[in-house]
């Protein structure tokens, strides 16, 4: 699994103002910026998260998963049936730009593997890779050869087990097991491990429970202990002057009238301290 990182483009980062792009300018399948990324395609599609395509230049088409001329992309490629409100395949040509709430984006190849990942944390991949939906909630994984984009909150470090990781500073592992939560023996003796008995409350410090990764493989973490924040993917925000925002907001994981969404499970990721 390589991490390329991309070149700024002409006259980004120097003095004199900011660089302008245009569609000659901007990298193809690279980052812009080191929070926007920029995928190219020539005819071609990819899966792309809600919400997270910025702006593209040429002619694209957005179509939701379960559209009836995708049926045969979507069966090689997309299985996950709770996440499948989430995604859109976006296809046709031009340059398409990916960011996330100014969060850190990259890209990263995949070859012949199999990496498991926040679902929250992945932007887009091509369909060259199969998505499938991980035993832990509240992850992705991803199996094949290809490239997918995904964001973190920090830079990436990624790791060689055995290790033991902050729930919190997870954002994924490739080509080894799925982790087994591991507490803190003197917090299990103690008051609050009592506590978290009777009530299943606390327990989210990695001081005192953690993620164990034995075996041979990579474990990619966060360079903080800030989970991004969760929000409804592909909403409106209820921002002054966005257009379509006039409805009142719901929380990131309901509609109206408390009903909860597909593929939204936040509270059980919350149970568990993901």
């Not at 193809?28 to 395609?41: G, I, K, Q, S």
């Not at 694209?60 to 045969?72: S, V």
């Not at 982790?179 to 009777?198: K, S």
């Not at 379509?244 to 597909?262: C, D, E, I, M, N």
Request: with cysteine.
């Amino acid at each position: 699994m390589s991490t390329p990182y991309g070149t700024p483009g002409p006259g980004y980062g120097t003095p004199g103002g900011p660089a302008v792009f245009d569609p000659t300018t901007l990298p193809a399948d690279d980052n812009v910026t080191p929070y926007t990324f920029c995928v190219e395609l020539k005819g071609s599609q990819w899966f792309l998260q809600k919400g997270k395509m910025i702006a593209y230049y040429g002619s694209m088409e957005f179509n939701g998963i379960g559209h009836g001329r995708l049926d045969r992309l979507v069966r090689t490629s997309f299985h996950s049936p709770l996440h499948a409100s989430d995604w859109v395949v976006a296809e046709g040509s031009g340059k398409m730009l990916l960011a996330d709430r100014a969060f850190d984006v990259n890209s990263y190849d995949l070859e012949d593997g199999n990496l498991t990942i926040r679902s929250g944390n992945l932007l887009a991949f091509q369909p060259s890779l199969a998505l499938k939906q991980s035993i832990v909630p509240g992850f992705l994984t991803l199996i094949g050869t290809g490239k997918f984009v995904a964001a973190s909150n920090g830079p990436v470090v990624f790791m060689e087990p055995p290790i033991r990781v902050d729930p919190q500073a997870l954002a994924g592992w490739a080509d080894c097991p799925s982790p087994c939560h591991h507490y803190d023996h003197g917090y299990m003796t103690g008051v609050m491990g009592g506590l978290r008995a009777l009530t299943g409350l606390g327990g989210a410090s990695g001081e005192e429970h953690q993620f164990e990764f034995v075996g041979a493989g990579t474990v990619l973490l966060q360079s903080t202990e800030t989970l991004m924040a969760e929000q409804a993917t592909g909403a409106v925000p209820p921002d002054a002057g966005v257009p379509g925002s006039g409805a009142a907001h719901t929380g990131p994981s309901q509609v109206a009238g408390g009903q909860r969404l597909p593929g939204q499970l936040g509270d059980l990721q919350r149970r568990f301290g993901l």
